[in-house]
């Protein structure tokens, strides 16, 4: 996983501040969206968790705080349940245009229900889910319900949430108690997944039932019992992460690669841009790449860490058949190996007539074996290490026969 720090700006041409999280050792085949709870912030937790876990699946999220919140710019105060959705928008807008079109919208608590007002104004929008979120957006009201009156009689009031003050407006109240939640979703028309926890006591379970009522199917529920409102335990936060990466693959368009055929032991494709290789050997499929820092998008390992790969497995393996027919107590192998490129006349013995190189490859390996062994067993063992077939290939000059195959 790669985090790219991101900004866009929200509908007012305040810059909103974000996080866009990109799977390992793949481009992403989707992207999602995920809206954070009320007064909280793109770097909780349990987001970073559920967005790693959907990376897992080749999912890329964008998590961002709405304005006013964290690092984005504007003031709270002038914020409100419709700007959290414009920001949606922006957000998805966004992405359209810089790598594309989200199909998936994720929301925790607020987010969850300004997320589903949010999926009626991005057509690219396939798939919603909620966390913890509220059946009507008016429901935040109890988080400062001894505050109401002060802000609706002197029109912004400060309170306090979770330990940290904010102004909240009249207008904030009104704009809330404007939403109808049963008429939106009603008319949403798109799968919805609802994850709420029956032990959550910020948003009761109660919503989750009323959203479930509300929706249309397809719709699902999934309870995660246990858990708090904030999904504090990584545990759970991973496992929803997981639970909605498993969803959505019912819903998104997943692209189908170009598979590789070959008679071959193995085959090796590479595309017009980068260095991002697919790799076919029977009937296992490897991605090969190079460092970013040679312009590679470090998708796999680079063609010499699959040389030293092959090396050190060839090695651990033959050590445990010369072990088991010895009948020898080595219980494990592991080989570490490095790879460079050094001046062979730092080598004594090599003979420089054979080549023009200035420089030879060198594989530096280091054994450690595990097991009750004597001194001389571990000394035949470091001997027959350098026995392996591929170290062999590698001591020698092998032949490589390269010929054109006509395509069309």
């Known amino acids: 996983m790669s985090i790219q720090k991101v900004t866009f700006p929200n509908f007012n041409g305040q810059t909103l501040s974000a996080r866009l999280e990109l799977p390992d050792n793949q481009e992403p085949h989707n992207f999602a969206i995920f809206a954070h709870c009320f007064t909280c912030n793109k770097n909780l937790s349990a987001i970073r968790n559920i967005s790693r876990?959907?990376?897992?699946?080749?999912?890329?999220?964008?998590?961002?705080?709405?304005?006013?919140?964290?690092?984005?710019?504007?003031d709270f105060v002038d914020t409100n349940f419709s700007s959290n959705i414009e920001d949606l928008v922006a957000?998805?807008?966004?992405?359209?245009?810089?790598?594309?079109?989200?199909?998936?919208?994720?929301?925790?608590?607020?987010g969850g229900a300004a997320v589903i007002f949010a999926a009626k104004k991005i057509d690219s929008i396939k798939a919603v889910a909620t966390i913890g979120a509220p059946s009507s957006p008016e429901h935040v009201q109890h988080l400062f319900s001894s505050n109401l009156d002060s802000i609706k009689t002197e029109g912004v009031s400060e309170v306090n949430i979770g330990g940290r003050p904010f102004n909240i407006s009249n207008k904030f109240i009104e704009d809330i108690e404007s939403k109808s939640m049963e008429t939106c979703i009603k008319s949403l028309r798109k799968p919805i997944l609802i994850i709420h926890s029956p032990q959550d006591e910020t948003v009761g379970i109660q919503n989750a039932k009323?959203?479930?009522?509300?929706?249309?199917?397809?719709?699902?529920?999934?309870?995660?019992?246990?858990?708090?409102?904030?999904?504090?335990?990584t545990k759970d936060s991973k496992y929803v992460?997981?639970?909605?990466?498993?969803?959505?693959?019912?819903?998104?368009?997943?692209?189908?690669k170009e598979k590789i055929t070959t008679q071959h032991q193995v085959a090796v494709s590479i595309g017009n841009t980068g260095f991002t290789s697919e790799i076919k050997v029977g009937n296992h499929s490897l991605t090969a790449d190079e460092p970013e820092s040679v312009g590679g998008n470090d998708f796999g390992p680079s063609p010499y860490e699959y040389v030293s790969s092959?090396?050190?497995?060839?090695?651990?393996?033959?050590l445990r058949m010369y072990a088991d027919r010895k009948k020898w107590n080595l219980t494990k192998v592991i080989v570490h190996i490095n790879h460079s490129k050094e001046y062979e006349r730092e080598f004594d013995g090599y003979n420089s007539e054979e080549t023009n190189l200035n420089k030879v490859d060198v594989f530096?390996?280091?054994i450690e074996?595990?097991?009750?062994?004597?001194?001389?067993?571990?000394?035949?063992?470091?001997?027959i290490a350098d026995k392996c077939p591929v170290h062999k290939t590698l001591h020698t000059l092998p032949i490589i026969q390269t010929e054109l195959k006509i395509t069309q």
Not at 67 to 72: C, I, K
Not at 220 to 231: Q, V
Not at 310 to 318: I, N
Not at 369 to 383: A, I, N, P, S
Request: net charge negative; proline share 4%; hydrophobic share 35%.
């Open 369 to 383: 074996l595990y097991g009750d062994l004597d001194e001389t067993q571990k000394k035949r063992l470091v001997e």
């Open 91 to 110: 957000a998805a807008d966004f992405l359209t245009n810089q790598y594309q079109s989200p199909p998936i919208l994720i929301g925790h608590s607020l």
């Open 364 to 366: 530096r390996k280091e």
């Open 210 to 233: 009323e959203l479930y009522h509300y929706a249309h199917h397809p719709k699902s529920f999934i309870s995660i019992d246990g858990a708090d409102h904030l999904m504090t335990r």
């Open 310 to 318: 092959g090396l050190g497995a060839c090695t651990v393996m033959t």
């Open 241 to 256: 992460g997981g639970v909605i990466a498993g969803w959505v693959d019912r819903y998104i368009e997943m692209p189908q």
């Open 53 to 74: 876990a959907m990376n897992k699946q080749g999912i890329a999220v964008l998590r961002f705080d709405f304005t006013g919140l964290g690092e984005s710019e504007g």
